[in-house]
């Protein structure tokens, strides 16, 4: 019962937002009692602490289990790896992330920390492999870059310098992730990005 709670629960934070987000609501779509949910869960807290853990390890396991070492460059792979990410997250609004900050504020501090080594542990190892390859600059700075990517992924978040009306979430990362690779790149490199932007269209 619980897997079943978490996999109705995150489908419904993604969609609407954390607090906006009921256990009636989670009840309601999983068809049961609110007293069978709080029987599982007998804290919303406790549960949104459950579902984002189940979401780091839905993530770590997919990207563990696509192996790009061998068929594809640090370009491709980091394209592979958001393309990865964004199925299983589907999130095109920023309303979850803003609502955890705002009223879940220990959960999201949680998982600041949490995105922020794992951004580190595979931006380190692309930008490395990418410099081996070819396909990224060898004078780039890893730790001063690891640290611009995070200002810039942060500002994605807001508000004030993306309004929703003007931007919505999946582009303004889509464009993120191109102009931060387009930073790195030599002109081998750009030909790659070239040809993936191609076929992305």
Do not use: W
Not at 124 to 138: A, C, D, M
Not at 143 to 158: D, R, T, V
Not at 166 to 180: A, D, G, I, P, Q
Request: charged residues 35%.
């Amino acid at each position: 019962m619980k897997g079943k709670i978490l996999t109705v629960a995150r489908k419904l934070f993604l969609k609407f937002g954390y607090r906006t987000v009921t256990m009636d609501d989670i009840a309601e779509e999983l068809g049961i009692s609110k007293k069978t949910l709080y029987e599982n869960y007998n804290s919303k807290n406790k549960l949104i602490e459950d579902v984002v853990q189940d979401i780091f390890e839905n993530v770590e396991s997919r990207l563990n289990e696509n192996n790009y070492e061998k068929e594809l460059n640090a370009i491709e792979r980091i394209y592979k790896m958001s393309q990865v990410i964004d199925s299983f997250f589907n999130v095109t609004s920023r309303k979850p992330m803003r609502e955890m900050e705002k009223y879940y504020p220990e959960i999201h501090k949680k998982v600041q920390i949490h995105i922020e080594e794992k951004i580190k542990k595979y931006l380190y190892k692309n930008i490395q492999e990418g410099i081996s390859e070819g396909v990224y600059r060898k004078e780039v700075d890893i730790q001063f870059f690891f640290y611009f990517f995070l200002g810039i992924e942060k500002n994605g978040l807001s508000e004030q310098i993306y309004p929703e009306d003007k931007f919505n979430l999946k582009y303004v990362e889509s464009k993120h992730l191109e102009y931060m690779i387009r930073i790195l790149v030599t002109p081998k490199g750009q030909e790659i990005l070239e040809e993936i932007l191609k076929n992305n269209q």
